[in-house]
């Protein structure tokens, strides 16, 4: 299913968590891994000069330069390249999230794998996630796994798998995602709905139907694309949904959180992520995956 891996990084301390679990999915899944790693901006059309994405600075690219910063990716990931039989490292110029769907494009990766931020704290302060990840989120034809706290990226695989729904048009391709993930990886499967309530004063009967009503839906939109797959289980909650699929994520050890990349804007060229899935990518102890299309779920 992970048959070819893209990981995104700079380098930075921001992305190690997610090296880590791109190396380890590829050990365990017989993936190809690459390392894809965008020098900058160049200064002009067609220059050597670039400004480096990591400190800002103007460098001049050539062949020795290329070859140090290769160097130095198999410095910071020589514990990861020690393991790892089929990975390789691609460095280019450009803008970084054009050539991260550039490379993916070509390579028919299967997954994009990226840290939150590409270093910038301050990111992390705001609560939202870096504007790389936005834009290839946005537009990847392939899903986009995050790994934001370090403590997510500490797993043992795949096991159980947390898929959050709002229902809406863009959580079914994320479902099927995650359902064919379970599927072939022998995983448990939770399908969670969380009954937003944030900043409402309701009657608690009201609360309770509600509830009653949103358990129906799954078992009539979900429950029928299972086929013979039977290791689910269902969970509808209240409360402010961001922090609810983050409680249950850790009450039961989940692996991986699948979600939609967006919600209310139906045009996915349009759509920003979606501020849950910010919150939940931001709070997470555990990589989310996020699905913008339909094509390579």
């Given at each position: 299913m992970f048959k070819k891996i893209l990981l995104a990084t700079t380098g930075s301390p921001a992305s190690f968590g997610a090296a880590r679990v791109a190396f380890d999915m590829a050990k365990r899944y017989g993936s190809e891994v690459t390392i894809?790693?965008?020098?900058?901006?160049?200064?002009?059309?067609?220059?050597?000069?670039?400004?480096?994405?990591?400190?800002?600075?103007?460098?001049?690219?050539?062949?020795?330069y290329i070859s140090w910063v290769e160097e130095e990716l198999k410095t910071t990931y020589a514990k990861q390249f020690a393991g790892a039989e089929n990975a390789r490292i691609v460095i280019t110029t450009g803008a970084p999230h054009r050539e991260i769907l550039r490379e993916a494009r070509a390579q028919d990766a299967?997954?994009?794998?990226?840290?939150?931020?590409?270093?910038?704290?301050a990111i992390y302060r705001k609560g939202y996630p870096g504007s790389t990840l936005q834009k290839v989120a946005k537009a990847a034809r392939?899903?986009?796994?995050?790994?934001?706290?370090e403590s997510a990226s500490y797993?043992?695989?795949?096991?159980?798998?947390?898929f959050g729904t709002d229902f809406s048009k863009q959580a079914v391709s994320a479902f099927k995602f995650a359902l064919n993930t379970a599927r072939e990886l022998?995983?448990?499967?939770?399908?969670?709905?969380?009954?937003?309530?944030?900043?409402?004063?309701?009657?608690?009967?009201?609360?309770?139907?509600d509830l009653i009503v949103a358990r129906k839906r799954i078992r009539e939109t979900y429950v029928p694309l299972m086929g013979d797959f039977k290791n689910?289980?269902?969970?509808?909650?209240?409360?402010?949904?961001?922090?609810?699929?983050?409680?249950?994520?850790?009450?039961?050890?989940v692996d991986l959180i699948v979600m939609a990349h967006h919600t209310h804007e139906l045009d996915a060229e349009k759509a920003k992520i979606g501020s849950t899935v910010e919150q939940v990518?931001?709070?997470?102890?555990?990589?989310?995956?996020?699905?913008?299309k339909p094509d390579k779920v």
């Open positions: 894809f790693h965008v020098l900058g901006v160049p200064t002009k059309a067609f220059s050597n000069f670039v400004n480096d994405v990591r400190t800002g600075e103007e460098v001049e690219v050539d062949e020795e299967d997954l994009i794998v990226m840290g939150a931020s590409s270093g910038d704290n392939c899903p986009v796994l995050t790994v934001h706290r797993w043992g695989g795949f096991s159980s798998i947390l022998d995983c448990t499967l939770t399908i969670f709905h969380a009954l937003d309530i944030s900043g409402k004063v309701l009657d608690q009967t009201q609360i309770e139907d689910f289980d269902i969970e509808v909650w209240e409360g402010a949904p961001y922090v609810e699929i983050v409680k249950l994520a850790r009450e039961k050890q990518i931001i709070r997470a102890n555990c990589p989310v995956v996020s699905v913008s």
